[in-house]
């Protein structure tokens, strides 16, 4: 069986995006994993299907010395496996794996497109960390994007070419339809929990916390709306990575109709609970959580930005405001709250988008196409 070594920088990436592409995978090839892992990290995994799993430290954040002796690892590592292609996944990840893999003659190494940090950067910054990801397409023999917009900007960034690829339509690993799904149980329990009426109209983000996920803007514009309305929640579910949540509570002072859920490994129990779901970011390479979110009926508001150009048709699916302005993310959602026959149409178009375009039994299919077509057929 041909072997395939998967690259990437946290576990997180593996049971969020990899778990159903891992057990299709692994009945035609022997899957393998790398990452900066710890023992529990390792025995998480055991249910995936995975021949073998090495730790090597690889940090999201630069550190010469560091990430030298990461590619030194590395490199050993392949050598020692001669691996038939090694996938990176993430950008620390990618310039690593690339670089180490083409230094021990790995013939093909593929990277998968994400989302771009320097997106939303300016000046020197952004040039220093959108020539890693040149880097990477440079000891890459093959790239991979995860959705349309996303592709059509890194053409536009000169980082591409138009060789390419995205798999199916979309999506680095689509969405369980089984999993996520309208539940009025799960609703009712955790409404229950946290002291929300039924007719609350329940304003949900779920993602990570950060400044660059626009929750500030999020929270601005539901201090307004609560101004006016009542009957509205906002539910904050994540992880706190940059220590945003005592300032989301000093700008909610006094209000009772906030709460920080913390983070969950179960976003399909948090989902249902919801009456829309918003996504502010101000960068984005797909948007997976929008899909959840339209999987169990949700109404979507985000931000328009080119990677949510694929997770939502706007107007069908969900609402779009324009990116970082408070203001406009108001009035979307003072819309929803005033409409539920708006809110119920856009999460039932939602929902049937995502059953036909984005199911993970369809995208885990079109890997295995990708990966046969690399080793039994010319491309």
Known sequence: MKKICFVVTSPLIIHFFFRNHFKVLSEEFEVYLVGNFSEEDVFSFSEYSIANICS?????????????????????????????????????????????????GIKIRIHIFTGQIWASKKGIYRV???MFDKLIVINSTHILVDGRSQREFLIN??????????????????????????????????????????????????GRIKMDKGILDLVNAFKRLMEEKSDV?????????????????????????FFYYGPTS????????????????????????????????????????????????????????????????????????LNAELRKSLGENGHDYVVNNFSSDIISIEWLKFYRSLFFSKI
Do not use: W
């Open 233 to 257: 929640f906002l539910l904050i579910v994540g992880y706190d990575e940059e220590n945003m949540v005592s300032n989301i509570s000093l700008l909610l002072k006094g209000h009772d109709r």
């Open 157 to 206: 960034e000169r980082v591409i070419s138009n060789n390419s690829l995205i798999l199916g339509n979309g999506s680095i690993s689509g969405v369980d339809i089984r999993r996520f799904k309208s539940d009025s149980r799960l609703r009712k329990e955790l409404r229950k929990e946290l002291h929300i009426a039924e007719d609350t109209v329940l304003v949900l983000f779920l």
């Open 56 to 104: 090597i430290s690889i940090y999201r954040k630069i550190n010469l010395i560091h990430d030298l002796l990461a590619i030194v690892k590395l490199y050993k590592y392949f050598v020692k496996m001669d691996f038939d292609t090694i996938h990176s996944i993430s950008p620390k990840a990618g310039l690593l794996s690339s670089i180490a893999g083409r230094l021990a």
């Open 128 to 130: 220093f960390l959108k």
């Open 266 to 337: 179960k976003p399909e129990s948090i989902l249902p609970a919801a009456d829309i779901f918003c996504l502010p970011s101000y960068r984005e390479g797909f948007g997976t959580s929008i899909l959840e979110a339209s999987c169990c009926k949700l109404p979507v508001i985000c931000s328009d930005i080119y990677g949510l150009s694929d997770s939502v048709i706007d107007g069908t699916t969900g609402l779009k405001y324009e990116v970082r302005n408070a203001t406009s993310l108001y009035k979307q959602l003072l819309k929803l709250v």
